[in-house]
């Protein structure tokens, strides 16, 4: 069965440092996701990625943040500067369609852990 | 906006006996509503679904879900555990018109035998 897989899965950084998260949806999926989990919180939306564009973004998804599909398989999620806060179960998500009629069901990656230290 | 509220954050079980795991919802306007489960260092798997049409949803590994639409709830039940259904569950709302998913805080099910 098909499935998103993301790499690595633990990061560490340093705060202030640069770290790009990556996924690979799954093959015929056209819309994207990132979502984090800080740990013993909730899952929180961060932005959806549709036809090489920003759908809709949360607030969480500052200026900091970026997202990429730089080839036809990952995307990808960047993070400059970070800060401590940043720590977070990261998880990468895609659907075929957001709606045919029918809310299509998002497909979730294991996720990476990221330290900022 | 929208919002969901796991009302347990932990439920043990005996294995083979029923459980629930309790979800409300928050919302000003139309939404699908998701469960979803997460095993240990695993990714989010769905569940089940609700969307439209019959309130009662049926989903994999006998689960099945309620929508209660005056009570603003989602509850999630299944007759009888296993042991493999030990996991964390979340319940989640998406608005009609919109990309995001929102989730509850999670409950853990933990299946003694």
């Known amino acids: 069965e098909p499935e998103v897989t993301q790499t690595p899965s633990h990061q560490v950084t340093q705060m202030g440092q640069e770290v790009i998260l990556r996924c690979v949806p799954i093959s015929n999926h056209l819309y994207f996701y990132w979502y984090r989990q800080i740990l013993g919180q909730k899952v929180e939306f961060l932005v959806s990625f549709y036809n090489n564009e920003i759908s809709e973004k949360s607030e969480i998804f500052d200026d900091r943040f970026s997202v990429e599909r730089p080839d036809g398989s990952n995307f990808t999620l960047k993070i400059r500067s970070t800060k401590l806060e940043d720590s977070a179960m990261y998880f990468c998500a895609s659907s075929v369609t957001r709606d045919r009629g029918d809310r299509d069901t998002q497909y979730f990656g294991p996720g990476t852990r990221l330290t900022v230290l | 906006a929208q919002s969901v509220t796991q009302l347990d954050s932990q439920v043990p079980v005996f294995e083979e006996a029923p459980v629930e795991l309790r979800c409300n919802y928050s919302?000003?306007?139309?939404?699908?509503l998701f469960w979803y489960v997460q095993y240990p260092n695993q990714g989010l798997q769905l569940l089940l679904k609700y969307l439209s049409g019959s309130t009662l949803v049926k989903g994999i590994n006998g689960f099945e879900a309620e929508f209660n639409k005056s009570q603003t709830s989602f509850h999630l039940r299944k007759p009888s555990v296993h042991i493999s259904d030990t996991a964390e569950y979340f319940c989640?709302?998406?608005?009609?018109?919109?990309?995001?998913?929102?989730f509850g805080a999670g409950t853990r099910l933990f299946v003694k035998a």
């Open positions: 919302s000003s306007v139309s939404v699908y």
């Open positions: 989640a709302v998406s608005g009609t018109g919109g990309f995001k998913t929102i």
